[in-house]
């Protein structure tokens, strides 16, 4: 509070003395614009509360310096290199020159004021790095869109920082972006900037009248195949099992008894579908498990009825019988209908590839008669209810299996006429393109092909209509959508288009971009769409993005996915696609690769060996940097590469005689070596690909992601030459697994070991101790997970931890301390003898990235994790052993990295994942 005991303010004979409170003054920067009133006549009153003004402004003003006084959050630096990833989105800023907006399936959006020359990542405030639209408002320009796996969110000022709209959120409306249904989703009211579309991958179009911060839907795509008072199960198309189960717990009704009790059953109605491989019936209790025979059959019949199954149609469940033979011999030929307390439905065939779809309403108990009185016989039982099933239910599955009503396919786009914004128009999964004339208050589907994936109006007249279909080309109206004509003259049979764009300037010239695989296609014509010419070449731009560098100086673009007009200058424009992102000058006719500062890498690994930084990324390779991230060189691959080009997980250098010896580990996309190592014995100006003595297939039982990967490489401290690496997933028949793999020569062939710690699902947990190099951690996931121990170079194990089962990492210090990191960060200091919980994170995170001070063991660093896009990790730091932490998460624009190195020649430390980025770290004086 302060007291003004000097300048007071009279009027006429009443005098005021001011209390001013500045406590709620909040902190101001110089960077503050203030904004001066001009008074050409003064009134008295102004003159009277002149001392009162200089009172304010020096309070101000001591605000100022007390903000420039205080710390600001720890801020990050961007240290990768642009492109090599997956970009979905772009957007030019209405009115100011040289913005363009640019978003990326896994690190959120990207601003550009320099027409793509340089970017910088702009996700403060933005609840979910995945995103796949963005919309500009050409009546507020500095608002934009952005649509997220998450939802919506909102930016006022140019993207700066960003506003969740909560309602469009998975716990309300759900109407998040879903990669390749998600293409142009949002569209604002160029006359009304309050009034705002979006479209969904769930066959909806939402509508705000407020800018975002209410919805309403204004269209459902009309769905077929609901059978009301019926669960619909889809074996199959779910996802790339070959496997599907529906389960559901199970209780006797109390009037049935066992000695009445003759089978099992239920209500099912099939699709008449072809027969999938097997379909089965589990009945399980306490102490035994039954498999039905073969009832695939029952797909063919499309009409409802009531399946009774009795003890002929099962058998011991031989699954059960090889993992308990005794209890198995023991068990009765008839089931115990009454002591079923689960229930399965398991489906097995080609089910990446066919569906098989069922419908069911209840399951049953057939008794001879109930205690209440009813009487059947033992051919025509009575049907007592046990478990009613409906639309909404939601029983456990699992494997390739939805369940529900089918879902409609996505609303890809949304889009406003700027020349009469009653007319909007989306394109649909099922329908092609659908029109409303009154601002989205009703729709009627036009008699275009399906499913439509792009449109857009003439911007100088309404009546004109672009519609782009996937494989079935580019069709134009000219009767505002009543009529349409194919026009592709000039255009490759075998591309898929995904979207179309119209000079604002001159509507004779438009634009189509699609992609034929992974290649980019781009079209324009300068007729308003009655011939086509193919410009889809960009010149690469090897030192913003350095990956793949012996492709050739101009290369094919890889996928487009969206293309922007600049409306300052339409000659500007600009596409986001998969790898290299381009801009051209002169109205798509030459292509220049623009990706410098959007980082999208997904880095698995970081390495500094003297002045160099190594480092490894999913899908781009290896790469070294000579001068602390400036720029950077690929070590490997130089070209795509059947059995190298893929995910690269690891990086050990050693230099040796002044030459760097390096290993990482691969995962190829392609060829016949899913699992390898490059060797390089020369600092990477040489390389061998090999794959000796390592599975020859893709291991996929138990695994973290679907798939075995190499995540995991430890180097004996001691010799070079011994080098042990992770695999996870389990052995399966005929088949050797992952685990832990040894190499005597330096990588160049691998053993798996013959003894295993207790569990191979396992991510980055591996690591030998500097004290001894005879003894080896290994952090194991899920069942049987925990950290093991091995006191004799892997030849037997011990398990030492399992306080937690779900571990991500491992890291020993130069003194023997062990860390491993999962639901919290552990500590032994006694080979695993004794641990420690060093942290007490509150929220449900996970502790995957961790390093230590290699001078100060008391400073240690971890990251806090999600398993998903959304933005919620953090970054702490001690500098006391874990007795207090400091949250130096700042400005880092990807906030849950899985990697964190410190460099100490640089005092820096770096963190990496979805991004590269470092920052300067001030050690406290012992």
Partial sequence: MYNSAGPGVCFGSVCYKIELDISSIPPVNMNMKMKMISLNKPPAVFFALKPLLFVLCALLMARVASADSEPGPPQWEQTGWGGGGYFYAAAFHPSREGVIYLAGDVAGVYKTEDYGRNWRMINKGLVNYGVFSLAVDPSNPDTVFAVTDGGLCKSTDAGEHWVFLSQTGPNELNMRSKKKKTIRSVAVDPSDGNIVYASTPYGQVFKSIDGGESWTEKYRTPVAGVDEGRLRLQYGKADGNYYAGMWTNFSIPENVQPEHAVGFGMNFKGDGSSAPKSFSIFIKGKGFSYKSRNLNELFADEQVRDVVLRAADFSVDPEFAKKHPEAAAALPASPDWTKITRVDLSCVGNLPQNQHIASLSRYFIATTETTDGKVGSEEEPLLVTVKEFGNKSKPGKYGNLRLGDPTPGAIYTVTVSEKDPSRVMAATHEHGLILSKDRGETWEALSTPAPASGVVFDPQDPDVVYGTFFSQGLWKSTDAGQTWSRSTEGMTDNVS?????????????????????????????????????????????????????????????????????????????????????????????????????????????????????????????????????????????????????????????????????????????????????????????SFKVTNEGLPDYRISANTMWGRGYPRALAVDPHDPQIVYMGIDGDATKGKTGGGLFKSTDGGHSWEQLENQPGSRRMYYGLAVDPTDSQRIYWAGFGKKGGIYRSEDGGESWQRVFSKDAYLFNLMTTADGTVYAGGKQLYRSKDQGKSWQTVTKIKEKRSVVGIEVHPEDPDTIWISANVWSGDAKGFILKTADGGKTWEDITGDIPFNHPQILRFNPATQELWAGYVGLYKIKQKMDEK
């Fill in 497 to 685: 288009l995904l979207e179309v764009a119209v000079s604002p300037e001159n509507s004779q010239d438009v634009f189509a971009i699609g992609a034929t695989g992974w290649i980019g296609v781009f079209f324009r014509s300068s007729d308003a769409g009655k011939t086509w010419m193919n410009s889809s070449e960009t010149k690469v731009d090897y030192v913003a993005n350095p990956t793949l560098p012996q492709s050739g100086e101009v290369v094919d673009m890889s996928v487009i996915t969206n293309i922007s007009i600049d409306p300052s200058n339409p000659k500007n424009l600009f596409v986001s696609g998969n790898w290299r992102c381009s801009f051209s000058e002169d109205g798509g006719v030459t292509w220049e690769e623009r990706v410098k500062g959007a980082d999208i890498s997904c880095v698995t690994d970081i390495q500094f060996v003297g002045e160099k930084t190594y480092v490894t990324a999913m899908d781009e390779g290896t790469l070294v940097s000579s001068d602390n991230g400036k720029t950077w060189k690929q070590l490997w691959p130089l070209k795509y590469e059947k059995n190298l080009s893929g995910h690269n997980w690891r990086v050990r250098v050693n230099r040796i005689d002044g030459v760097d010896r390096i290993l990482s580990t691969v995962s190829p996309w392609d060829g016949k070596m899913p699992q390898s190592v490059v060797v390089s014995e020369d600092g990477g100006e």
